[in-house]
């Protein structure tokens, strides 16, 4: 049998996929589906891609310093190799896609299941303690039975207003913080390190939504249980992309996956024991006869669809979900808005015509408050704080472009070149929150997947809307309290990647107190 004929079930299911892809994607491989393939023309392959070579990816890492900046080299490697290139690198062999099309490609083929990437490492951890998979690991009907079991109560606006009380609580906290840090300072304004003080907001703020328990990370003196949660949240995080390297014989003389499996334990021993402090008090309550209130974790426990071993570890990764991000875009537009008097003016105006007298937002006041959600979107094109989403395909083969994709293939979708494309967003580079006004002649015009910084479908992020309402809630108070500068002879930060896009440097701002 000759190779061609033995492709040809193959290719007759490309066509297939290849007219349900293209029929709604006029730019990208339009002409070829005119065209469509006869057995004997035949779609492209991974191995017709191009890309650098094993020696140019290390040489980009290594020598030329690409290493914590993976999402600057997406636009590099975009602009040498086009809007879709293969990179291999260890264990990894990953098809890259730079367009928002072929994003869109990718994520309409992607399933009823879709699977981001494997993480055996945890999958390998879990089986080691005997721990459910959660929503990270677990796969196919089982993911999707856990992920509508945490759905609800998560992802619409008027749900999670319920929050608003609490998250309101965190964020009085937060100015609380910064206005002694800002007095503690030598010129009375300047509050250091601006980003590790939003980790702790991002981290109380998700805390007490998801635990029901304010943990006490905005104080001074932080709890000693709630370092230790703090320390194994970020231990684990950054040993999780450092154990994927170091093949197994290593964990003998390197002591990554010791750590990681501490890290681990530690996290989810204080997770469980926050949840198991929860569920008596609630079986009190009930004993007692008195009516039990809560928000999400109650919600949990009295949905019972989520075994115990599941909800412990549902919780932990939602937590990992919200601490990093949401902290993160907060810097971020803090420290643009520091640089740019006249969006933060703007943003000052329309908060305090909604709001007057520092009055606390509600979330229907936040219905009138196109300029504040503008300036999120904006910080989130620039800085997408998962700068790389990625696609596994598991039940299907796939086309995208002209390429015909087996099963198993790993895609990386470049939200950070996609949202930075001069074609999607004229001055890209540029912080400019008017471009995303409903009605203004500066609304830019763009393609819907060319900033999707929360991804979309039915495995994009679960917690978008609680983050939305943290960071609504906490700029727009902060610029209620204050005029915000930068520190004295300022420099500029540049983003860097630790799997998650985050400031290279410190962030020093100052805080001058509005009347
Ligand atoms: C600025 C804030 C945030 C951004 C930009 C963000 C972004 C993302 C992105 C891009 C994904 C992958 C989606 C996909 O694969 O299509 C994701 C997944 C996820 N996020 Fe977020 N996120 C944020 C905040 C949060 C918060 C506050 C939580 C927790 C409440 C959270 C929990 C999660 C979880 C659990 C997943 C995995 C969902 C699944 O696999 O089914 N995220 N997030």
């Not at 996929?17 to 070829?32: E, I, L, M, R």
């Not at 803090?334 to 933060?344: G, K, N, P, T, V």
């Not at 495995?459 to 700029?475: N, P, Q, S």
Request: proline share 6%; net charge positive.
């Amino acid at each position: 049998m000759s190779a061609a004929s033995a492709l040809k079930p193959a290719w007759r299911r490309a066509r297939f996929w290849a007219q349900k892809v293209y029929s709604t994607s006029p730019k990208f491989g339009a002409s070829d589906l005119q065209m469509a393939p006869s057995s004997s023309e035949k779609f492209r392959t991974i191995d017709d891609l191009p890309g650098p070579s094993l020696a140019t990816t290390v040489y980009w890492l290594f020598v030329k310093g690409y290493a914590d900046k993976s999402h600057a080299m997406q636009v590099e490697h975009r602009r040498l190799y086009g809007s879709i290139w293969r990179s291999r690198f260890g264990p990894f062999d990953i098809v890259n896609v730079a367009h928002p099309e072929l994003i869109a490609q990718v994520i309409r083929q992607e399933g009823r299941y879709p699977v981001r990437t494997d993480l055996p490492h945890w999958k390998e951890y879990r089986n080691m303690r005997g721990q459910a998979y959660g929503l990270h690991v677990d796969t196919g009907p089982e993911w999707y039975r856990i992920r509508s079991a945490l759905n609800p109560k998560m992802l619409k606006l008027q749900e999670v207003s319920a929050f608003a009380p609490v998250i309101h609580q965190v964020v009085t906290d937060l100015l609380r913080r910064l206005e002694t840090l800002r007095l503690r300072s030598l010129d009375q304004a300047t509050v250091r390190d601006l980003a590790g003080e939003l980790y702790k907001f991002g981290f109380e703020g998700i805390s007490s939504i998801l635990f029901e328990t304010r943990l006490g990370c905005l104080e001074d003196q932080i709890p000693a249980d709630t370092q230790r949660f703090i320390a194994a949240v970020g231990a684990m995080l950054t040993l999780s992309e450092t154990v994927l390297f170091f093949p197994r014989w290593t964990r003998r003389v390197l002591p990554f996956w010791a750590n990681f499996v501490q890290a681990w334990d530690d996290l989810y021993s204080v997770a469980q024991r926050l949840i198991d402090r929860k569920v008596e008090e609630i079986a009190e309550k009930v004993m007692k006869g008195e009516q039990v209130e809560g928000m999400y974790l109650t919600y949990l426990l009295s949905s019972s669809k989520l075994s115990m071993g599941e909800l412990y570890i549902s919780i932990t990764e939602l937590l990992l979900g919200g601490v990093d991000t949401t902290s993160n875009t907060l810097s971020w537009a803090l420290y643009h808005l520091s640089r740019d008097e006249l969006a933060q003016e703007r943003l000052y105006r329309e908060v305090t015509s909604v709001c007057p007298g520092k009055q606390q937002p509600t979330t229907e006041h936040l219905n009138r408050m196109p300029y504040l959600k503008a300036v999120i979107k904006e910080i989130l094109r620039l800085y997408p704080v998962v700068p790389g989403n990625g696609r596994l395909t598991v039940d299907n083969e796939v086309i995208v472009d002209n390429y015909w994709f087996p099963k198993k293939t790993q895609f990386h979708l470049c939200h950070y070149a996609t949202s930075r494309d001069d074609a999607e967003f004229p001055e890209p580079d540029r912080f400019f929150p008017e471009r995303w006004l409903r009605g203004s002649p500066t609304r830019s015009q763009h393609h819907p997947y060319s900033s999707i910084p929360f991804g979309v479908g039915v495995r994009a992020c679960v917690g978008k809307r609680v983050a939305e309402l943290e960071m609504y809630f906490a700029l727009s108070r902060l610029i209620q309290a204050y005029q915000i500068r930068p520190e004295d002879n300022p420099v500029t930060v540049e983003p860097k990647t630790r799997t998650l896009l985050i400031p290279s440097g410190p962030i020093n701002l100052r805080f001058l107190p509005r009347a």
